[in-house]
């Protein structure tokens, strides 16, 4: 009797561990899918920022008729605040945060005053661009820029407060299982505390990746005479990072820095690699203005840098000229990146081998950009994407993706990772980053 009542206990201390690991691991994700999604909100208010500054850009014309580009420029603007602020609108209600909707509210309102009573009136010529006029937009935007940052304040204070009810969560899980570890014998408490390690691993890897996640993701400076667009998805639904990068760093009033790289292995490892790719690429581009200069050194530093000697990294650098419409680009292995013209897209050329396996020179080559051509960028995960039955998406369909993607840049990212989800059965098999940059070459450079 005495070894079945150990038995039994032994067995309810097993399903009770069980039973409350799965009820933790349960809540937690739940919490950190509202949190990623309360991340993704601010995400889209600093796009909504981004475009009131072309907005604004737009409606100054300093005393001349608006032209036919800075309609088009306030047309793709405004559509593109108004989607962010339906994604913006849909979290906020969600996570019931009374403040940011009435900021919401409040700045639909000071929206509406100028698109119908400054926009809309200028562009049908019913309205003469003035200084009291223009003195009205930069008001006006700056009332908008403070509710931006209401609404940003309050999506920062609830993902501080889910990130402390994760904490919670885990912690509260470690001290019931403590409880019962105490009754329960020695078993019982070794299976606990390798779960209560395994939590306290989960919140540590979580603690690192948030602080990857500032490093990794760019914060793009408006460019002139661009307009960008990206996206990146992990195919873990709680990783934040992986070996997926991109970036858009202006180097002076008329030079850009483009970059995308893909780095062997995944987790957080691999995050750390793309850390150290983003800030060394950067630091040489402002040395040097030759991507394939920049591959060259960057592959030394790596090679010195990184001993692992299985890592690798694909890459592709380009000098994006804002004021001529011009691109030169060097590409380490990295054959995912495509100029689309209409509805005409070609693959650019790989010009090297990938960084970290040899030391190769590299080739500087040129694309001229016509006024509304694309430059899309993207890691693996987009030709290689697998259907059900694992056949690869290919270089091919990728380039019919994007010619059948929308004109603009954001909703070209967003369409090209929704194609992708699709093929793939509603989940990703692999990480995927979208890099797609706009070209607006001036009339000037036209002619």
Request: proline share 3%; charged share 25%.
């Amino acid at each position: 009797m005495g070894t079945i009542a150990s038995s039994l206990f032994i067995a309810s201390a097993i399903f009770f561990s069980l039973r409350v690991a799965t009820v933790t691991r349960t809540r937690i994700a739940d919490l950190l899918t509202r949190e990623h999604t309360v991340a993704d909100a601010a995400m889209f208010m600093s796009r909504v920022a981004l475009s009131r500054v072309d907005i604004v850009g737009a409606l100054q014309v300093e005393g001349r008729a608006p032209s036919a580009a800075a309609k088009r420029a306030f047309r793709d603007a405004n559509v593109l605040r108004r989607r962010e602020l339906g994604k913006i609108e849909r979290v906020v209600a969600a996570e019931h945060l009374t403040g940011a909707a009435a900021a919401l509210r409040l700045y639909g309102s000071v929206d509406r005053v100028i698109r119908r009573e400054i926009a809309e009136p200028m562009f049908a010529g019913k309205l003469a661009p003035s200084d009291e006029i223009e003195e009205s937009i930069r008001v006006l935007s700056e009332v908008e820029g403070n509710y931006e940052r209401s609404i940003t304040l309050d999506l920062a204070r609830r993902e501080d407060a889910l990130d402390a009810q994760i904490k919670g969560t885990i912690e509260s899980a470690i001290y019931l299982r403590s409880l019962w570890l105490l009754g329960f014998g020695v078993l019982a408490l070794g299976i606990n505390l390798y779960s209560a390690r395994l939590y306290r691993q989960l919140a540590d890897e979580r603690t690192v990746t948030k602080i990857l996640q500032r490093a990794f993701i760019s914060s793009f400076v408006p460019l002139p005479n661009c307009e960008i667009g990206s996206a990146y998805k992990s195919a873990d639904a709680h990783a934040a990072v992986g070996g997926d990068l991109f970036d858009v760093y202006r180097l002076s009033n008329e030079l850009a820095l483009i970059l995308i790289a893909d780095v062997s292995g995944k987790g957080v490892d691999a995050a750390v690699i793309t850390a150290f790719v983003k800030f060394t690429v950067r630091g040489i581009a402002l040395r040097r203005r030759d991507p394939a200069q920049i591959l060259s050194e960057f592959n030394v530093a790596f090679g010195q840098t990184v001993e692992n000697p299985y890592l690798f990294v694909s890459m592709f650098v380009g000098i994006l000229d804002t004021k001529k419409g011009e691109l030169i680009y060097a590409s380490a292995g990295h054959d995912s990146a495509f100029l689309r013209h209409g509805r005409d897209v070609r693959q650019l050329s790989v010009t090297g081998p990938v960084l970290g396996v040899m030391v190769e020179p590299y080739d500087t080559k040129s694309v001229i950009f016509d006024d509304g051509d694309s430059l899309v960028l993207a890691t693996d995960g987009l030709t290689e994407a697998r259907n059900k039955q694992g056949e690869l998406l290919g270089e091919d369909a990728a380039m019919d993706i994007i010619a059948d993607g929308p004109q603009e840049p954001q909703q070209l990212a967003d369409f090209i990772v929704e194609r992708i989800r699709e093929r793939c059965g509603g989940r990703l098999r692999d990480d995927v980053a979208i890099l797609a940059i706009r070209m607006h070459v001036p009339d000037v450079q036209v002619a």
